[in-house]
């Protein structure tokens, strides 16, 4: 039987006094390409806002009206500012630990130090790290990284994917070697039958491919609802969206970078 849902779509700007609005059964909070801008631009035309800094009050003041929001973040939250480059990425998974972060997928530039860098950064994660489009060969990686992980949020199951784009070119010839890259589309398919099969009244797929990436993994899916993109930076004051291969409405939202903005789902079953 075909699923109904109220999607309703925010943008928010990030600086110390941003105020949340109210809600609805569901209310998703994401992310994506934070770049390890932790601290508000000091100036330029973001000065004032961006950073984990800013969105750290937002949060707050969130989950006292809603407590069981979901934060997600769709990758690349390291490299871009001098934090990555003396403290190697630790200053930003504390961050996401601090903000409540419930799941991110995997961007390229996690990958920039290499993978045994890169493990010794995610031992530290409270959150769940999704990549279900990749064969990890290099087996302390692979005990880190899930294909999905399910959770429950005022009666309601909620599944989330996370995809990673191709990564030829973008990172070391060793990472490549050891991850081997599969069709995020047929991956998502499968991977959104088997959480249908579960019982999922929602599935989300967490992705860092790109915008263009997500329109065609939405014209391509079965059983995904919700994409939640990074990677190409793309600000969508609005959602797009796509029609599915079985006639239903498949919606994307991503938030440009660096913390600028923020995004907000809420979403009535």
Known sequence: MKKYFLYVFSLIL???ISRPLSGQDLVIVHTNDFHSQIE???SGRN???GGLLSLSGYLEDMRKEFPDLLYLDAGDYNQGTPYFNLFGGKVEVNGMNKLGLFATALGNHEFDNGLEDLVSRLKMADYHILCANYD???RPLRKLVKPYVITRVNGKKIGIIGLTLNLNGLVSSEVLRLMQYRDAVQTANNMASRLKRKGCDLVICLTHQGLDADIKLAAQARNIHLIIGGHSHTFLEEPVSATDLDGH?????QTGAY???AG???ITF
């Not at 409405?249 to 939202?253: A, F, G, K, P």
Request: proline residues 4%; without cysteine.
């Open 14 to 16: 990030l600086t110390a």
């Open 40 to 42: 508000p631009f000091q």
């Open 47 to 49: 000065a004032g806002t």
């Open 136 to 138: 990890i060969l290099y």
């Open 249 to 253: 409405e498949v919606v994307i939202v």
């Open 259 to 261: 913390g600028v903005y």
């Open 264 to 266: 907000r789902v809420d």
